[in-house]
C-alpha cells in the first residue's frame, strides 16, 4: 500500500488548494500576487489523469472558488429576498456549481488535448481558458462575469493597462500564461528535460519572463499618458451623494420624508463646493420621478437652489397596449429644474429584476419577495454635462465590457455608474463590484464615476487607479474631479473583444494542427 507523503499531497487536496488561492486574489483579501501562481497545484493534480478525472478536480477547484467567493449571495436572499437558509444555500451551491462546470471543462480539455506535450499545454491553457471564461461571461442575458480572473489585478495598474486591445480577458490570458509557464518550468526543471542540449525549464522560464516583462513595461508607459489633468480648462467637478438609506426604509411611506430629506442635505453640503454635476444613486428616489408631484418638485427646486444639474436614479413606468412597464432609470435634471434625458437600464438581473423562462419557473416569485419584473431599455443614451457627454450605467450593467464600450463608442467623455449595493451587506461584494469597473476605465480610457447608495462611492481614473473612495453603510457627500476623454477611441473600444475571438479560433485550430502533426 502507498503511503501518501507531504511530497505527494492527494490530488483533490491539491485542487481544494488552487480554489483558496483563487478567493485570496480577490476583494477584500486582495493577495492579487497569489494569482500567478493559484493553478500549478491544479496542474500538478491533473498531470497525468485521464480527462474524466481531471475535469472532477477542476470542479472541485471550482466548488472551493465559487462557494467562498460569492458567499455574499446568500446574505442578499436570506435578508431580502426571504428565503429560508437552506434555499438560498441550494441556490448558491447551482450558481457555483454551474461556474465550476467551466474549470472542469477547462482540465478535460487540457488533459484530453494535450496529454504529456508540454509545449501545446503552455500555449493552449491560456487561450482555452479566455474562451471559456468569454464564453460564461458573455452569453445573453445570462452572462456572469463576476470573479473572471483578470479582474483579481485591478490594483496592480502596469498590469491591466493592456486591456485598452485586449479587454479585460487579455489579463486572464497573461495570468494563465504565467501560470502554465511556472508549473512547466518546475516539471521539466526537476525532471531534466532537455532538447538540443538546453534545459526546457529554462525555455518556458525565458518566454514567460519575456512576455511578463513586456506586458509590464508596456503597462508602466502607457499608464503615466493617462494620469488626471486637474487644470480647470480641462476637468470637471462632480460632487457624489451617498444616501445610506437601508433597503427596509427605502419604499416605505412612512421614511420617505426621511429619505428625500437625507437627499437634500447631502446635496446642500456638496453644493458648497459649486460641482458642475451632482450624482445620487441608482434608485436614490422613493417614488416614480414624473409621476409623484411633491417629489418631483422637490428634485426640480433642489436642482434650481444649487445652481447644479442632478443626475439620479428612478423607477420609471409607463402604460403600453394596456400594460404597466416598469424601468431601472436614471435621469438628468439641469441647473434650471428641467429634466434633460432618461436612461432605462439595459441589462437587467436575472431573478432579481425579471425572471426567465417565466412559464417554466413560474414558483420563482412567489419565493423571492423582491423580486421585480422591469423592461428593458433599447440604447445607450447619453448625457449632456458642462459641455460634455457622459454614459450612464446602472449597477451590474458596469461588468460587462461590451455593453459599456458602446456609449463610449457613441461619443461619451466619461461614465456614470449609479449602483445600490445595500444588498451586499458588509461583504466583500461591494469591492468586488467595484474592481470591475477599473478595467472599464482602463478597456475605454476614460474616467468613471461612481455612486453608490451604501458604498463604495469613489472615481476611477482613466488609467484604473481609485480615488476618493468612501466607506461602506455610511453617509457621504464627496466632492472629486475627473478629466473627461479628449482622445480617440482605443482599440478596445473600436473593435470590442477581437483578442477573444481569437484566442476562440485558437482553441478549436491548435488542436487540428496538433492531430496533423501526429498523423
Not at 252 to 264: D, G
Request: charged share 15%.
Amino acid at each position: 500500500m502507498k503511503i501518501l507523503t507531504l511530497k505527494e499531497p492527494p490530488p483533490f487536496l491539491l485542487a481544494a488548494i488552487s480554489g483558496i488561492l483563487l478567493v485570496l486574489i480577490f476583494p477584500r483579501f486582495n493577495f492579487e500576487s497569489l494569482a500567478w501562481f493559484a493553478f500549478i497545484p491544479l496542474f500538478s493534480a491533473i498531470e497525468a489523469k485521464t480527462p474524466q478525472s481531471a475535469a472532477l478536480l477542476g470542479f472541485i477547484t471550482g466548488m472551493v472558488f465559487y462557494t467562498w467567493g460569492l458567499s455574499w449571495i446568500n446574505n442578499t436572499l436570506i435578508n431580502y429576498g426571504n428565503l429560508p437558509s437552506v434555499v438560498s444555500f441550494m441556490v448558491l451551491g447551482l450558481l457555483a456549481a454551474y461556474l465550476s462546470f467551466y474549470t472542469a471543462l477547462f482540465c478535460y480539455l487540457i488533459r484530453r488535448v494535450c496529454k504529456e506535450n508540454r509545449g501545446l499545454f503552455f500555449l493552449f491553457a491560456p487561450v482555452l481558458w479566455v474562451s471559456l471564461e468569454y464564453l460564461r461571461s458573455t452569453h445573453s442575458e445570462f452572462g456572469f462575469s463576476w470573479l473572471g480572473l483578470g479582474y483579481s489585478q485591478f490594483k496592480t495598474l502596469p498590469v491591466i493597462q493592456m486591456a485598452e486591445i485586449t479587454g479585460v480577458y487579455g489579463i486572464s490570458w497573461l495570468i494563465m500564461l504565467v501560470n502554465a509557464g511556472l508549473y512547466l518550468s518546475w516539471k521539466t526543471w526537476r525532471g531534466r528535460e532537455a532538447e538540443n542540449g538546453i534545459n526546457m525549464g529554462a525555455r518556458f522560464l525565458s518566454v514567460t519572463v519575456l512576455v511578463f516583462a513586456c506586458w509590464w513595461g508596456y503597462g508602466s508607459v502607457t499608464m503615466n499618458r493617462y494620469t488626471p489633468n486637474t487644470d480647470k480648462n480641462s476637468s470637471l467637478t462632480v460632487g457624489l451623494i451617498q444616501g445610506n438609506v437601508e433597503q427596509f426604509m427605502k419604499w416605505n411611506p412612512v421614511y420617505q420624508k426621511l429619505v428625500m430629506s437625507k437627499y437634500r442635505d447631502l446635496t446642500l453640503a456638496a453644493a458648497q463646493s459649486k460641482p458642475q454635476l451632482i450624482v445620487w444613486p441608482e434608485t436614490a428616489l422613493p417614488f416614480y420621478y414624473n409621476q409623484h408631484s411633491v417629489g418631483t418638485k422637490f428634485v426640480k427646486d433642489l436642482a434650481r437652489q444649487t445652481q447644479t444639474p442632478i443626475l439620479f436614479g428612478s423607477p420609471h413606468k409607463e402604460n403600453r397596449d394596456g400594460r404597466t412597464i416598469h424601468y431601472n432609470s436614471a435621469y438628468l435634471v439641469s441647473d434650471t429644474g428641467d429634466t434633460q434625458n432618461r436612461y432605462d437600464k439595459i441589462h437587467l438581473v436575472p431573478f432579481g429584476e425579471f425572471v426567465p423562462f417565466r412559464k417554466l419557473l413560474f414558483f420563482v416569485e412567489k419565493m423571492v419577495e423582491m423580486i421585480g419584473d422591469f423592461g428593458r431599455g433599447k440604447e445607450a443614451i447619453l448625457f449632456d454635462v458642462a459641455g460634455y457627454q457622459a454614459g450612464v450605467s446602472i449597477c451590474y450593467e458596469i461588468i460587462f465590457p461590451d455593453l459599456i464600450r458602446q456609449a463610449v463608442k457613441n461619443g461619451a467623455n466619461f461614465l456614470i455608474n449609479i449602483t445600490n449595493d445595500a444588498w451586499f451587506g458588509k461583504s466583500p461584494a461591494s469591492y468586488q463590484h467595484i474592481s470591475m469597473g477599473a478595467l472599464r476605465a482602463v478597456e475605454n480610457r476614460v474616467p468613471i464615476i461612481r455612486a453608490a447608495n451604501t458604498g463604495v462611492s469613489g472615481t476611477i481614473d482613466a488609467n484604473g487607479t481609485l480615488r476618493h473612495e468612501t466607506e461602506l453603510f455610511v453617509e457621504a457627500a464627496k466632492i472629486t474631479k475627473i478629466t473627461p476623454r479628449q482622445r480617440g477611441l482605443t482599440f478596445y473600444t473600436a473593435y470590442g473583444d477581437v483578442f477573444s475571438w481569437i484566442c476562440l479560433v485558437l482553441t478549436v485550430v491548435l488542436p487540428f494542427i496538433q492531430r496533423q502533426q501526429n498523423s
